[in-house]
């Protein structure tokens, strides 16, 4: 427990305390256990509530603060040793910090218990935020209503009033009030129901009281009440079930269920710990603002995240769903059996939870290769974002509410987990989860800071991880590694900041990152070579073929003179690169090429020189370098990009016909994806072969024939149809969207709607964003499927600015949503103009909220701008020279 560590005191006056300068509580109380009754009205929309507060007196105190956000107050009580201190405290409230602070005269003495008793109502919003209201469509086709809640980060007090930090741990005992017909589920397990007299209607409805929970954070707090269906394992200890709404098929759900009772079996062995509550529940909520939430005992996810036809839905989108799964139920130990003390450790949540994801998917389907795919999805997500000046640290310093949604991105979720990554490769599998175990046993539902994760690590394996790992964790940014070669057998190895731009300052070089060499020869991979000063010297047996970072389990670019990136493309055409080397190498050249330390003509012609690879991840990462490139030249000279769509038609097409665009159940997981992908690439860049294989398969489908088009391809056909399409094609997909009850197939329509180039249909897909057709939820879907084309991205930053007033109302800048959404809108300009109408139009807002998503978004441009600059005339030359042009 790390509980108030280095406070100041406040003196009990009731104004925030400071711990490293966040806005924290006062400490003169601390909250032992909540008693907490809801009851939601659908038919106004509001609920109403009473939370009884058991607290321990730290200090003398004559005054209790607590969170509340948009709720009210009718009365409160504050009692004491059995006897009631006030019925009338001076109530007041700060918006501010959300803060509302309970003032009376008689003093409550140190070492005593205490009670506070308030009655309260708030609105069931529509924000996906705290007690929230969401909708379905029965399948009849009417509407239903669903309560339920999402309170990470700090949306428990839009619930209930309460002590809203991680560190406040308390037991919850809950009680949900509702109609007789409708289903209550809460974080345990049901302790009794009974009929009562509704206090919202006057009717006779039931209270359905949980057992009391472990103790825990108020951000893991769930409670849903609504019409559900479900289905239940007994393949696990305690019963797992799978929820979902009306209209949806619950039978959807078997293979999250399945999946969850041996996740959870096997999270128990190799963490060492029982899952200590009495039950699962997964549920399916049709309005969710992120992909899931691991409420403990609760797990609440987006439809498309959970329910899984795979009869409609392909390869890609079960390995997407097994992954989520996977990693809210790792966080059932990592943050809720132990949780950060404080946002700016989000990381050990988010970090471990991915890596864990990745780590139980391998054990369960090693046919899927997931550690391969990895240095091409999460490695190169956080080298990607961390590439840019207004990156953050892994452990951020978060001081105030509103700035803890901005961290919930791919530094404290990715970066997070490529360092869990490099150090279980460092210290070896089994000595890494020996650590990990002796971590969750010593601080059971207590809180923690990354040192303590640390020394767990540093006992089980005896070395100082600390001193090693501090850096990786607290600092900004990673290294490239310049790797040039000496007489002899020596290699010199230095380290600098990489920085997309290009344009790294010597103040932003200062810091040393320990470098984890991993150097791979034709004697296998030594993981014992570290650097962690400036520059340093390898020795190399054999100077014919070596390699660094080897299988890319660390997290830094390497760049290497043209001669050695000549002999390391042989090597692997030699096979003598692992999968992940060759992928990793593809991805390094392209990041360098961004930032001007090669010629982007370079990583073309090494691109061009992998056409007898034969594994999906390499191609993954040849086509999202090739499409980078693309997307940097959109607005560039239309021969230049109409060069590089011949090159990439030309590059992929030959393997596309090869492997074909038609499954079998003989088709391994693997192989489904390598079809699709190249399928849409070589398809969307002109293939003739592919687009009127294509047009007839989208003729039959939208005719009624649906096997017309296996699901793995769908998304590719459907973009196809409407790049080359018109109007009837338009409508087609539309009508299809309007017509599913399916969550995957309705996104790969809206996701296809934006490559529509003709204006009227662009003007069509904006005026879905405010719809009813389409959920808040899903806004940026169509939104972010206009950043295809020239008159997409114009289209959608000029819909932005039309829109702002209506677009923040929607979504408010406290919440997650608005900073997707400007990063959406702005992100795809390439030109020094279209930089300057972005800061234009936000000079005057206020950006609290999303001010790192927009200064994330202007580096993204800046880095462009820069990189056209160095190479626009490269590589006009280089398509003119190979014949594109």
Not at 522 to 540: F, M, N, P, T, Y
Not at 624 to 638: G, H, N, P
Request: aromatic letters at 10%; charged letters at 25%.
């Amino acid at each position: 427990m790390c509980r108030y560590q280095n406070m100041l005191e406040d003196g009990g006056s009731g104004g925030p305390g400071v711990q490293l300068g966040r806005e924290l509580l006062p400490t003169n109380v601390v909250p032992t256990h909540y008693d907490l009754t809801l009851e939601p009205d659908f038919s106004k929309l509001t609920f109403g509530g009473t939370a009884v507060i058991d607290l321990d007196v730290a200090r003398d105190s004559t005054s209790i603060a607590f969170h509340t956000l948009e709720l009210d107050i009718h009365s409160v009580k504050v009692l004491s040793g059995g006897a009631v201190i006030t019925s009338s405290p001076k109530v007041s409230r700060n918006e501010d910090s959300q803060v509302t602070t309970l003032e009376f005269s008689d003093t409550i003495s140190k070492g005593s218990k205490a009670r506070v008793e308030v009655k309260f109502t708030g609105q069931l919003n529509d924000k996906m935020a705290g007690f929230y209201r969401s909708t379905y469509k029965d399948a009849d086709g009417t509407e239903g209503i669903l309560a339920t809640t999402q309170m990470e980060p700090t949306d428990a007090r839009r619930a209930f009033p309460c002590f809203d930090e991680p560190s406040l741990k308390a037991k919850f005992t809950v009680t949900l009030v509702a109609d007789k017909d409708l289903t209550c589920l809460s974080n345990m397990d049901v302790a009794s129901e009974a009929d009562v007299q509704s206090t919202m209607t006057g009717s006779t409805k039931k209270a359905v009281k949980f057992n009391t929970s472990p103790l825990m954070s108020t951000y893991l707090v769930a409670f849903i009440v609504g019409k559900l269906n479900y289905i239940e394992t007994k393949n696990f200890r305690v019963p797992v079930r799978v929820y979902a709404p009306p209209g949806q098929n619950i039978e959807h759900g078997r293979f999250s269920l399945e999946l969850a009772a041996r996740t959870l079996a096997f999270y128990e062995k190799e963490f060492g710990i029982d899952f200590p509550l009495p039950k699962m529940d997964q549920v399916a909520i049709p309005d969710f603002a992120q992909g899931a939430m691991e409420n403990w005992g609760l797990v609440t996810y987006r439809v498309v995240d959970l329910l899984l036809d795979e009869k409609i839905s392909g390869a890609a989108v079960k390995e997407r769903v097994a992954e989520v799964v996977q990693h809210e139920l790792a966080h059932q130990w990592f943050g809720n059996l132990v949780t950060m003390d404080w946002w700016d450790g989000l990381w050990l949540n988010e970090g471990f939870a991915t890596w864990a994801s990745w780590y139980s998917c391998n054990a369960f389907y090693p046919e899927w290769k997931v550690w391969q795919t990895y240095v091409t999805d999460n490695l190169q997500s956080a080298l990607g974002l961390d590439s840019l000046r207004s990156s953050h640290p892994i452990e951020v310093p978060v001081k105030r509410s509103d700035e803890i949604n901005q961290i919930f991105d791919a530094i404290s979720y990715s970066k997070g987990s490529c360092v869990i990554r490099m150090i279980s490769t460092y210290l070896g599998e089994s000595t890494f989860m020996e650590g990990v175990r002796q971590y969750l046993k010593k601080h059971a539902y207590g809180n923690t800071q990354t040192d303590d994760l640390w020394d767990a690590l540093s006992k089980a394996s005896g070395k100082s991880i600390g001193e090693v790992m501090n850096i990786w964790t607290r600092k900004i940014g990673y290294p490239v590694v310049t790797v040039t070669e000496k007489d002899g057998n020596t290699v010199h190895v230095k380290q600098n900041r990489f920085l997309r731009t290009g344009d790294t300052k010597p103040e932003e070089d200062e810091v040393l990152y320990p470098v984890f060499l991993g150097l791979r020869t034709k004697d296998g991979v030594d993981d014992s070579k570290l650097l962690s000063e400036r520059e340093g010297e390898v020795q190399v047996a054999d100077m014919d073929f070596f390699k660094l970072n080897a299988n890319h389990t660390s997290i830094y670019r390497t760049c290497y003179t043209p001669s050695r990136l000549g002999k390391l493309g042989q090597a692997a055409k030699d096979g003598k690169l692992s999968i992940e080397d060759r992928a990793g190498m593809i991805a390094d050249a392209g990041a360098l090429a961004t930032s001007g330390y090669q010629k982007t003509s370079g990583v073309l012609n090494l691109l061009k020189g992998f056409t007898s690879e034969t594994e999906f991840v390499v191609w993954s990462e040849i086509v999202a370098r090739l499409s980078a490139i693309q997307t940097a030249w959109v607005f560039e000279d239309k021969a230049v990009r109409d060069g590089l769509e011949a090159f990439q038609r030309e590059l992929v097409s030959r393997k596309a016909h090869e492997l074909g665009w038609e499954f079998s159940e003989n088709d391994g997981h693997i192989l489904q994806q390598f079809k699709a992908m190249l399928f849409g690439t070589a398809g969307l860049s002109g293939d003739e072969k592919i687009l009127s294989a294509a047009k007839e398969m989208f003729k039959k489908y939208m005719a009624g024939n649906k096997t017309a088009v296996h699901p793995n391809i769908r998304g590719g056909v459907f973009g196809m149809a409407l790049k080359y399409g018109g109007k009837e094609e338009y409508d087609a997909v539309l009508d299809f969207y309007r017509s599913s009850s399916n969550s995957d197939e309705r996104n790969s329509a809206l996701r296809c709607l934006g490559r529509a180039k003709d204006p009227e249909l662009i003007k069509r897909t904006l005026a879905l964003l405010f719809s009813d057709e389409v959920k808040n939820q899903d806004i940026y879907i169509p939104a972010a499927g206009l950043r295809g084309h020239p008159a997409g991205i114009e289209a959608v930053f000029n819909w932005m600015v039309e829109n702002w007033d209506e677009l923040q109302k929607r979504n408010p800048p406290a919440l997650s949503m608005l900073g997707t959404l400007v990063t959406i809108f702005t992100s795809s300009f390439t030109k020094p103009e279209q930089l300057a109408r972005v800061e234009a139009f936000f000079a005057d807002k206020k950006t609290k909220g999303y001010d790192q998503s927009l200064a994330q978004s202007l580096d993204a441009i800046r880095a462009k701008i820069s990189w056209l600059g160095r190479d626009r005339e490269d590589v006009a030359s280089w398509v003119k020279t190979n014949g594109y042009a």
